[in-house]
C-alpha cells in the first residue's frame, strides 16, 4: 500500500486512465511502491509533477501492419511502439513480436526501460514496440515481408537520435536484418537506427550474449557482497531457451554453477547431469524447433509438458528468462521451500506481486529485471558509441564494459537501498536510483519536455 498521498493520488489517476491495463499498472504500481522514501526527502519531484508526467509516455503510436502470406492471403497486425521518456537520452528498447503482445504490454515495457536505461549509466531514455504478429511456423519470406511492412510505418517515427529500437521476443537477427534493410532502402541512409545488427553490418560484438551474461555477472557480484559466495557449486534453474536464456547457461556454467533445466512455451526438459547447451543452441537457434527435441538426444533428462513445473525442481538458483509473470505466488513458495536462496530476472517482470512478497519475506536474494537484464540494452548503447565512432570494438573490450556496467548497477541499487532504509531490497534500490537521475533531468528541462 502507498503512504504518500501524492503517490497514491499519481496511481489513482493511472488507474482511471488506463483501465484493464493489468501489465502495465502492475509495472507502474510496483515503482510507486518503491519511491516513498525518495519522494518524502526530494519534495521538488511533487511540487514539478514528476511522477504524474513519468507515467505517462511522451508518445504511442498504434499502426496497421498488412502483408501478405505465402498463400497469397493479405494478413493483418497490430503494430505499436511507445516512447516513454526522452529525458536523458534518445529513446531505445526492444520489438516484441508474440500474440500476447498489446497497449498493456507494450506500455509496461516501455515503463521499465526508462528505469533500466538509467541505471545503466548510459545516456538512453525509453521505449518498446512491437506487434501480436506470431513468427512461429512462418516461412522466411512471410517474416520479411511483415518485418518490411512494419518497418515502412515504424521508420516515420524512429531516427539515430530519436528512436534506436532492438531484439526481444521473437526478434533476433534475422528480424533485425529484415527491418534494417527496408528502413535503409526507405531513407537512403546508414545510420545505427536499430541495435543488434549484424557483425558485418555495424553490429556489435557481445550483444548477442550481453542479457544473458549480464545477468550472471550481477548474480555473481550481488552474490559475492551480500552473501559471500558464487556461482561455484550451485544448482541452477533457467525458464525459456531464447536468446536470454540460452546465454545465461554459458556464463552460469562458466561460473562454476550447474544448470539442469530449461524451457520454451510448451514444457520444460530435466537434466540432472547438466543441460547439454550445444544441443539446446542446434534444437532452438538452428532447427528453430521445440525444446521436446531434447529428450531425443539426452535420454538421461526428462520432459514435462506445461511450463510451470520447472519452478518445483530443487535449486539454489533460479534465473527467469521466458516472459512476464511466469513465477506466481505459489511457485516462488514452491521455489523456497526446496531450499531456492537467490532469483535473478532475465525476462522482465516475471515475477508477480505475490511471487516478490514471498521472496523478501522469505529472504532471498532478489535482482529486480530492471536492474539484472540490462546488460542487454547497456551493449546496445555500446553499438550506438562503435557506430557514431564508425569504429568496431573486440569481444574482450565490449564484455570487459559490459561486466563493469553490471557491477555497477548492482552497487548503485544496493546502495540506493541502504539511503531508502531497506539494505538489500535491490527493488526498492534499483527503482529509486533509476527514478532519480531521469526525474532530475525532468525537473532541470521544465515542463515542457
Ligand atoms: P526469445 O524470443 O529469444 O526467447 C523467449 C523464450 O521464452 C523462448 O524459449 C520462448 O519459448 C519462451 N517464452 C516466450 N513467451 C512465453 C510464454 N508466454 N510462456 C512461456 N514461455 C515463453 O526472447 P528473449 O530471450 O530475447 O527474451 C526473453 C525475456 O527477456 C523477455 O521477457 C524479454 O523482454 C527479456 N529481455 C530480453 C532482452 C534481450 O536482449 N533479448 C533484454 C532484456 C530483457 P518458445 O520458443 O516456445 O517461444
Redesign the pocket.
Known sequence: MMKSAYLAGVYAEVERRNPGEKEFLQAVREVLESLEAVCEKHPEYEANGVLERMVEPERFIQFRVSWVDDAGKVQVNRGFRVQFNSAIGPYKG?L?L?P?VNASVIKF?GFEQVFKNSLTGLPMGGGKGGSDFDP?GKSDGEIMRFCQSFMTELSKHIGQFTDVP???????AREIGYMYGQYKRLRNEFTGVLT?KGLKWGGSLARTE??GFGLCYFTQEALQCMRGESFAGKTVVI????????YACQKAAELGGKVVAM????GFVHDPEGIDLALVKQI?EVRRA??SEYVKTRTGASYTEG?AGIWGIPCDIALP????N?IDGEAAKLLVKNGCKVVCE?????STPEAIETYLANGVLYGP?KAT?????AVSGLEMSQNSLRLAWTFEEVDGRLKEIMKNIFHNAYNASKECGVEGNLMVGANAAGFMKVADAMVAQGVAY
Open positions: 526492444g516484441r508474440h500476447s515495457l512461429k532492438a531484439g526481444d521476443i521473437g526478434v533476433g543488434g550481453a542479457t525458464s525459456g531457451s531464447g536468446n536470454v536464456a540460452i524451457s520454451d512455451s510448451n532452438k521445440r525444446i511450463c528468462c521466458a516472459t512476464q511466469e532475465g525476462a522482465n517482470m516475471p529485471a537484464n540490462a546488460g542487454g540494452v
